[in-house]
């Protein structure tokens, strides 16, 4: 009997997702709960498990196919055993070098060598009986990787190119600059990135305010605490935690930024669970702190580091990233001296962070070097004032500058 592989449901309002890689190929038998292939999505990577026993009979979807929820990624017949696919011819009598080629090569290593292509005859094996493992083939694609990168080094760039030239001349030109130049297909998630990203600008009536902290209360707390606090919880005690604090303090005294817009209403939520933007190497992602007014310092730094991991690694849950009723972005760990963030709709407000310098100030009078931090507040001027957005910023520098002050926000 034939099974439908199909793909199964994102999660809240993913409808679509792409493929990244198969693990399995036609004629591979599967258990059931066997992992058969890798999906992308707008937030986060997920594998499709075998529902059925059986064997692979066709595969429909191949790498970086975009497909939508229900949509049919191959077939499976259910019951059987067999390591060969019906659909390529048998070879009885395979020659002796390649029946030990296939012996001699570990199941990831095969999968990665068939994804990017990599001819395994060319590796030599370092595992067990010269076995090929999976670092040999990444160890031969870095080979190949810097051997591209030197003969590329080698093309000598263009210069002062004369106003007319020949038909030869424009075509070496052309080549040269072609094979300078690299065409790569984005991600699920930059795509996705760069759909909110545009409409955000688009559908909300975004402005932004500005606004600077004196972080010496804070960098003396912390280097106070921090060896202490560490032995404790096993966690750096870093900037995050009370920032978190500081927003949630804020946002309890100004509600209508950590609410959002349907239709003619105004939804406020009276909870807080706190989107912390994380750079992993994929793309931007925004992993949520779930009752963040809940939690403790060590609570919140543990979560952040561990929703961090996640994020490089791909493995974020949908519980990981649904939700968030307010967002937090940190420029200044990328040296961001100020920038203005966009908001992450359905919310209404959006906290930038900027790196921390030392600029001279004037206190009482008298000139001081103090490190400084521009923080700046995107908002959706549809629901929320200029008013209401400069105090939010004011009582959040409030609360940054007297750091005691928090544990009573909190």
């Given at each position: 009997?034939?099974?439908?592989?199909?793909?199964?449901?994102?999660?809240?309002?993913?409808?679509?997702?792409?493929?990244?890689?198969?693990?399995?190929?036609?004629?591979?038998?599967?258990?059931?709960?066997?992992?058969?292939?890798?999906?992308?999505?707008?937030?986060?990577?997920?594998?499709?498990?075998?529902?059925?026993?059986?064997?692979?009979?066709?595969?429909?979807?191949?790498?970086?196919?975009?497909?939508?929820?229900?949509?049919?990624?191959?077939?499976?017949?259910?019951?059987?055993?067999?390591?060969?696919?019906?659909?390529?011819?048998?070879?009885?009598?395979?020659?002796?070098?390649?029946?030990?080629?296939?012996?001699?090569?570990?199941?990831?290593?095969?999968?990665?060598?068939?994804?990017?292509?990599?001819?395994?005859?060319?590796?030599?094996?370092?595992?067990?009986?010269?076995?090929?493992?999976?670092?040999?083939?990444?160890?031969?694609?870095?080979?190949?990787?810097?051997?591209?990168?030197?003969?590329?080094s080698v093309i000598e760039p263009v210069h002062n190119a004369p106003a007319v030239i020949s038909t030869q001349e424009s075509d070496s030109l052309f080549v040269t600059r072609e094979v300078r130049e690299e065409r790569i297909k984005m991600s699920r998630r930059r795509r996705t990135i760069a759909r909110r990203m545009l409409e955000a600008s688009q559908t909300?009536?975004?402005?932004?305010?500005?606004?600077?902290?004196?972080?010496?209360?804070?960098?003396?707390?912390?280097?106070?605490?921090?060896?202490?606090?560490?032995?404790?919880?096993?966690?750096?005690?870093?900037?995050?935690?009370?920032?978190?604090?500081?927003?949630?303090?804020?946002?309890?005294?100004?509600?209508?930024?950590?609410?959002?817009?349907?239709?003619?209403?105004?939804?406020?939520?009276?909870?807080?669970?706190?989107?912390?933007?994380?750079?992993?190497?994929?793309?931007?992602?925004?992993?949520?702190?779930?009752?963040?007014?809940?939690?403790?310092?060590?609570?919140?730094?543990?979560?952040?580091?561990?929703?961090?991991?996640?994020?490089?690694?791909?493995?974020?849950?949908?519980?990981?990233?649904?939700?968030?009723?307010?967002?937090?972005?940190?420029?200044?760990?990328?040296?961001?001296?100020?920038?203005?963030?966009?908001?992450?709709?359905?919310?209404?407000?959006?906290?930038?962070?900027?790196?921390?310098?030392?600029?001279?100030?004037?206190?009482?009078?008298?000139?001081?070097?103090?490190?400084?931090?521009?923080?700046?507040?995107?908002?959706?001027?549809?629901?929320?004032?200029?008013?209401?957005?400069?105090?939010?910023?004011?009582?959040?520098?409030?609360?940054?500058?007297?750091?005691?002050?928090?544990?009573?926000?909190?």
């Amino acid at each position: 009997m034939s099974t439908n592989i199909v793909v199964p449901e994102l999660g809240e309002s993913i409808v679509e997702a792409t493929v990244i890689r198969w693990f399995k190929s036609e004629g591979d038998s599967v258990k059931i709960g066997e992992a058969l292939l890798e999906l992308e999505t707008e937030k986060a990577n997920f594998e499709v498990a075998s529902e059925k026993q059986g064997v692979i009979t066709s595969i429909l979807k191949k790498e970086d196919d975009d497909v939508e929820v229900g949509e049919v990624l191959g077939v499976l017949e259910e019951g059987a055993v067999s390591n060969v696919s019906p659909t390529k011819p048998v070879v009885e009598e395979a020659p002796e070098a390649e029946q030990q080629s296939t012996e001699k090569i570990t199941p990831v290593a095969k999968n990665l060598a068939e994804e990017y292509k990599i001819d395994t005859s060319k590796i030599d094996g370092t595992g067990p009986s010269g076995r090929i493992t999976k670092e040999d083939v990444e160890k031969h694609m870095q080979t190949e990787i810097e051997e591209s990168e030197i003969e590329a080094s080698v093309i000598e760039p263009v210069h002062n190119a004369p106003a007319v030239i020949s038909t030869q001349e424009s075509d070496s030109l052309f080549v040269t600059r072609e094979v300078r130049e690299e065409r790569i297909k984005m991600s699920r998630r930059r795509r996705t990135i760069a759909r909110r990203m545009l409409e955000a600008s688009q559908t909300t009536a975004m402005l932004t305010t500005f606004n600077e902290i004196d972080m010496t209360a804070v960098m003396e707390l912390r280097k106070r605490r921090k060896e202490a606090f560490k032995e404790k919880y096993g966690v750096n005690l870093g900037l995050n935690s009370f920032f978190v604090k500081a927003s949630i303090g804020a946002l309890k005294a100004f509600p209508a930024i950590n609410a959002e817009i349907d239709g003619d209403d105004m939804i406020v939520k009276h909870y807080f669970d706190i989107g912390v933007a994380i750079g992993a190497s994929e793309g931007l992602v925004v992993p949520v702190l779930k009752n963040a007014d809940g939690m403790s310092f060590a609570e919140i730094e543990k979560k952040i580091k561990e929703l961090a991991a996640k994020s490089e690694e791909n493995t974020l849950s949908l519980e990981d990233i649904m939700g968030g009723t307010f967002t937090i972005t940190n420029g200044g760990v990328f040296g961001s001296l100020m920038s203005t963030p966009i908001l992450n709709p359905p919310q209404v407000g959006i906290l930038g962070l900027h790196k921390i310098e030392d600029r001279p100030i004037v206190i009482n009078g008298e000139i001081a070097i103090k490190p400084m931090m521009y923080v700046a507040l995107s908002y959706d001027h549809r629901i929320v004032d200029g008013r209401e957005a400069v105090q939010f910023l004011v009582r959040l520098k409030e609360l940054i500058q007297d750091p005691e002050s928090l544990l009573l926000e909190g």
